[in-house]
């Protein structure tokens, strides 16, 4: 049985910082890319930071130079670190990971995990 369990998340001053992580257990986690997706109320989940096997990192815009997601294979968890908080940054941040089946990609899911900016 596949688990992504989230943690970290809270209510934080804009400006502030705050650290997402995610403990993995069920999957081959070194294959798995692995990645942190957000949805505001309202609004469409989205990408925030991506996380190859092979360690390449992949950004939204809006979180460049703010962010920064890391993997640690040994202990099975990839973490997102987010300074310089912003308003806008409030939402349900939620653990992804993903690797290659036949023509596609799987897909797995945490259950999220709250992040509020304050202004």
């Known amino acids: 049985q596949v688990q992504l369990v989230e943690s970290g998340g809270g209510l934080v001053q804009a400006g502030g910082s705050l650290r997402l992580s995610c403990a993995a257990s069920?999957?081959?986690?070194?294959?798995?890319?692995m990645g942190w997706y957000r949805q505001a109320p309202g609004k469409q989940r989205e990408l925030v930071a991506t996380?190859?096997?092979?360690?390449?990192?992949n950004y939204a815009d809006s979180v460049k130079g703010r962010f920064t997601i890391s993997r640690d294979n040994a202990k099975r968890t990839v973490s997102l670190q987010m300074n310089s908080l912003k308003p806008e940054d409030t939402a349900v941040y939620y653990c992804?990971?993903?690797?290659?089946?036949?023509?596609?990609?799987?897909?797995?899911w945490g259950q999220g995990t709250q992040v509020t900016v304050s202004s």
């Open positions: 992804n990971a993903n690797r290659l089946a036949g023509s596609g990609r799987i897909h797995y």
């Open positions: 996380i190859t096997g092979g360690w390449n990192t």
């Open positions: 069920g999957i081959t986690f070194s294959v798995n890319a």
